[in-house]
């Protein structure tokens, strides 16, 4: 089945640092591609999405390109802050399935 | 405030008493799911449901019963609690599912430990 892996946790980084997140799929088709983060206490929510190939997503200063070719779709920013530290959790949809497949979760934590 | 709301947030029980988790979303949306999130393992769904009395299986619905009889509302039903089933559970919907939009709308999470 559709599956997503994530590069393995927890991230610590200094503020103003270059941030990029692993992540990459296996699926059949064309699934779309999204980012979700989940802040302290609360649930996920949708940071950025990318429906086809070449397609890059952004939002809040951060990006994902839709990778086909290396079935990846990483996760990058430029330059953190404190307020970034999160879990970050990569995910898709696709193949008819009524669901988004997730991966396991990145925690990232920013250091002022 | 567009929301999804679950309660109770933090729940202790024991094994075997029967508990209700209950999803509200006042978006109007077709459909709606639960996911449980286990460290290492991300989210993984357990039921999910397309309309009103509409509900399926997800990838890990054994042990868990849910009903839709408003739109509005999905509650979790556990009947007979067990260990394995601690984890921190989501309630999602969205407008309907297309697949390419993806946006769940998730509600905070109830954290349930079953002794």
Not at chain 1, 55 to 76: M, P, V
Request: aromatic letters at 12%; one cysteine or more.
């Amino acid at each position: 089945g559709d599956s997503v892996t994530q590069m393995e946790g927890p991230v610590t980084l200094s503020e103003e640092a270059f941030l990029t997140i692993n992540c990459t799929y296996t699926a059949t088709g064309y699934p779309s591609l999204f980012w979700y983060v989940q802040y302290p206490g609360e649930g996920l929510q949708l940071l950025l999405k990318a429906t086809k190939a070449d397609d890059k997503g952004s939002n809040k200063g951060f990006e994902a390109t839709y990778r086909k070719e290396t079935t990846s779709f990483h996760l990058e920013k430029g330059s953190v802050q404190v307020s970034d530290s999160a879990v970050y959790f990569c995910a898709l949809s696709g193949g008819g399935a009524q669901k988004l497949v997730f991966g396991q979760g990145t925690r990232l934590t920013i250091n002022p | 405030e567009a929301q999804v709301t679950q309660n109770p947030r933090y729940l202790i029980t024991v094994t075997g008493k029967k508990l209700t988790v209950t999803c509200s979303q006042n978006m109007n949306h077709e459909y709606m799911s639960w996911y449980r999130q286990d460290p290492g393992l991300g989210l993984r769904q357990i039921y999910y449901s397309m309309n009103v009395e509409v509900t399926d299986k997800g990838d890990v619905p054994e042990g868990y019963k849910v009903s839709r009889k408003e739109k509005r509302n999905f509650p979790l039903i556990l009947e007979s609690p067990s260990p394995n089933q601690t984890s921190l559970y989501f309630c999602a919907s969205s407008p309907d599912w297309t697949g390419n939009t993806g946006e769940l709308f998730f509600g905070e999470g109830s954290r349930l430990t079953v002794l």
